[in-house]
């Protein structure tokens, strides 16, 4: 193999590659596009009209953007699947995260070094979780934002070890994720 075959190799290794439908969404405007996004599911569980998504929308597109260069996906041939995860969903967890985070420098803010905060998700096997956390770590990187993910999927035992090993199946997985994210804690306390 030349060194040109190699190099080429390394860099497909670590592409990202969409397995998302190739027929391109119909928008023919902004104005079709912020409809789409008013129509999110979560909108409305996160307290938001479109007024307030109105007063955000550049953010939105921006962060759509974003989005569509690290899956490397056209933002003007996006399909109404991909449109609903990044407009419906990835967004609207990110701006949900940026609240959370606002809040708690909040809190802190005259107390000194502000701690980390610790946002979780949990939901069942291949909904997407590790795709919303690359998505969301991404975007604090472009905003940036210091953070951090941990996958507790890969700290687990199988049913028939949690039994023997502590009698309790899943009693392994809470007790050693809650274990890890204290031992995080206090590596990362301000002194």
């Known amino acids: ?3 040109n075959q190699t190099s080429h190799t390394q860099w497909t290794k670590g592409r990202l590659h969409s397995a998302f439908p190739t027929t391109p969404a119909e928008v023919s405007s ?3 596009l912020f409809e789409f996004i008013c129509s999110g599911p979560l909108i409305s569980k996160l307290g938001l009209s479109p007024e307030k998504i109105d007063d955000s929308i550049d953010k939105r597109l921006s962060y759509g953007l ?3 260069q690290l899956f490397e996906l056209n933002q003007l041939y996006l399909t109404v699947p991909q449109k609903a995860r990044f407009y419906h969903y990835y967004i609207p967890v990110f701006l949900w995260c940026e ?3 606002a809040n708690h420098v909040a809190q802190f803010k005259h107390k000194g070094d502000i701690p980390p905060l610790v946002i979780g998700f ?3 096997q291949g909904c997407g979780k590790t795709t919303l956390v690359f998505a969301l770590d991404y975007l604090f990187q472009v905003t940036g934002r210091k953070s951090a993910t941990l996958s507790i999927d890969d700290f687990y035992l ?9 009698g309790i199946p899943s009693a392994y997985i809470y007790f050693f994720a809650l274990f890890l994210l204290i031992q995080i804690h206090i ?3 301000p002194n």
Do not use: H
């Not at 199988?158 to 502590?166: C, D, L, P, S, W």
């Open 1 to 3: 193999m030349n060194q």
């Open 30 to 32: 902004v104005e079709e």
């Open 66 to 68: 974003q989005l569509c």
């Open 99 to 101: 609240d959370k985070i």
């Open 122 to 124: 949990s939901a069942p």
């Open 158 to 166: 199988t049913a028939e070890g949690q039994v023997i090993f502590y």
């Open 187 to 189: 590596t990362y306390r």
